[in-house]
Antibody, heavy 112, light 111 residues
Framework: EVQLVESGGGLVQPGASLKLSCVAS????????MSWVRQTPGKTMEWIGD????????NYAPSLKNRFTISRDNAKSTLYLQMSNVRSEDTATYYC?????WGQGVMVTVSS | DVVMTQTPVSLSVSLGGQTSISCRSS???????????LYWYLQKPGQSPQLLIY???NRFSGVPDRFSGSGSGTDFTLKISRVEPEDLGVYYC????????FGGGTKLELK
């Protein structure tokens, strides 16, 4: 059974950094492109970016590429999202996904 | 950015009935590789999105044949027949041809 488990969320102050993780199991992680997607409190879905199966290529939403970085560790079957200089509008539930399968999501709240 | 416009925003349907959701993109979703990367998801209350349809008309594993996708270019439709209680939730279209963008969602409720 495919499982994607995100962690690392919580309450963070504006301007701070945060790193989310997503541990994958039940499939060969190193064979898959992976993505991060977020959902705002108003339920708007926003794609953040993708990473190629070997980590050699990343692709980001233009509005986020200067502050967000996606990486992966295939030995640990783990996907990461490094968020920097966070803003209130980054408040959302963050999902990792293979496109077909999704994690349960992790909440990030940006507030002072 | 490719804008995905879903209509209607909300929909009321009777159990056992049929309904459809429209998704229109601001530019053609035909990729240079010939594929059209248009997906449909259902997000049930309190859950993560679940994939229903990929590449316009292909049902994902385990998705009942009550769900069907169609369309081409910039206009796409998800049809749901014989609506069941577990079909309720918010439906999103999603394009993966030009970067990636989601539609605004369509909430399906019981009449």
């Amino acid at each position: 059974e495919v499982q994607l488990v995100e962690s690392g969320g919580g309450l963070v102050q504006p301007g701070a950094s945060l790193k989310l993780s997503c541990v994958a199991s039940g499939f060969t992680f190193s064979d898959y492109w992976m993505s991060w997607v977020r959902q705002t409190p108003g339920k708007t879905m926003e794609w953040i970016g993708d990473i190629k199966y070997d980590g050699s290529y990343t692709n980001y939403a233009p509005s986020l590429k200067n502050r967000f970085t996606i990486s992966r560790d295939n030995a640990k079957s783990t996907l990461y999202l490094q968020m920097s200089n966070v803003r209130s509008e980054d408040t959302a539930t963050y999902y990792c996904t293979t496109t077909a399968d999704w994690g349960q999501g992790v909440m990030v709240t940006v507030s002072s | 950015d490719v804008v995905m416009t879903q209509t209607p925003v909300s929909l009321s349907v009777s159990l056992g009935g049929q309904t459809s959701i429209s998704c229109r993109s601001s530019q053609s979703l035909v990729h240079s590789d010939g594929n059209t990367y248009l997906y449909w998801y259902l997000q049930k209350p309190g859950q993560s999105p679940q994939l229903l349809i990929y590449k316009v008309s292909n049902r994902f594993s385990g998705v009942p044949d009550r769900f069907s996708g169609s369309g081409s270019g910039t206009d796409f439709t998800l049809k749901i027949s014989r609506v069941e209680p577990e079909d309720l939730g918010v439906y999103y279209c999603y394009q993966g041809t030009h970067y990636r963008t989601f539609g605004g969602g369509t909430k399906l409720e019981l009449k």
